[in-house]
């Protein structure tokens, strides 16, 4: 069981996604919660100021401190061992490995920023890791906070009814997925490779292997400085780049 609890200014972007999908479903089979908070709910002024101009001048805005302290306190409990992360443009990229790593915990605390960023003590003293989801300017952490949810809750034991195709996942495996193919056998002409109707299944595993090999090396290269290749796969992968017919 993971607990979520995710703090934002705008928390209604989250129902839609907590309302359908297999996050609601290990929500309800109960094997992760999602709490959404409103920092506005935690602000003490008449006006509920979330955010302030910059010191030192400069255009855009502040998220401020008290609001996201003030909610840090009342939310997790004193003594839980919870993992507060900051999403941020300027945070660690995320990677499967990252989601590995949170989904060990019970506690994840999410604080989204918005504006123009948050006041770096929001940084220093209060957070744990700093996360991105990617090099592209987002309006807010709503969207990469609910991917860090989706990515972390499938490594859940029990989410996807099937824990052979967690551990097969590209990324798990350092390569990428070849083609999938179902009925029918044509369509408009275009035929399913014969190799996957001819039952000789030591050749498909094979087959398969190759076209992910084939896929990784045409689209994510840099990938395959991290995979942990066989001597067969580097032999394959040799003939590949200097076959003329691969492009
Ligand atoms: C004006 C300079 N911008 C930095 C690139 C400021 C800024 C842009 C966008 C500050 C915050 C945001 C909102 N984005 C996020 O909070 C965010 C984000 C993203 O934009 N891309 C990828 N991952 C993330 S995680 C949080």
Redesign the pocket.
């Known amino acids: 069981m993971i607990i979520f609890d995710i703090l934002s200014v705008f928390p209604e972007m989250f129902q839609s996604t907590l309302g359908s999908s297999l996050i609601k479903k290990s929500i309800d089979k109960g094997l992760i919660e999602v709490n959404l908070y409103n920092i506005r709910d935690y602000t003490r002024d008449r006006h509920r100021t979330t955010d302030d101009t910059p010191y030192g001048g400069g255009g855009?805005m502040v998220m401020k401190i008290e609001p996201v302290a003030d909610a840090l306190k009342t939310i997790v409990p004193a003594g839980d061992k919870a993992c507060v992360i900051l999403?941020?443009?300027?945070?660690e990229p995320?990677k499967q490995k990252t989601a590995e790593e949170l989904s060990q915990y019970s506690r994840i605390v999410l604080i989204?920023?918005?504006?123009?960023?948050v006041d770096e003590r929001i940084r220093e003293h209060m957070v744990d890791r700093e996360?991105?989801?990617?090099?592209?300017?987002?309006?807010?952490?709503e969207l990469?906070a609910m991917v860090v949810v989706d990515a972390v809750s499938r490594l859940v034991p029990g989410f996807v009814g099937n824990s052979e195709s967690v551990l097969y996942d590209s990324f798990s495996t350092g390569l990428l997925e070849g083609p999938h193919y179902t009925r029918p056998r044509e369509y408009e002409s275009w035929e399913v490779p014969e190799v996957l109707l001819s039952g000789h299944q030591k050749k498909i595993d094979e087959w398969r292997h190759r076209e992910s090999l084939k896929r990784t090396l045409q689209r994510r290269p840099d990938m395959l400085k991290q995979a942990d290749l066989t001597q067969e796969d580097k032999r394959i992968l040799e003939e590949l780049a200097g076959d003329p017919e691969f492009v």
Request: one cysteine or more; a negative charge.
């Open positions: 855009g999403l941020s443009p300027q945070g995320f989204c920023g918005h504006y123009e960023g996360i991105s989801i990617g090099d592209y300017v987002l309006s807010g952490g990469p």
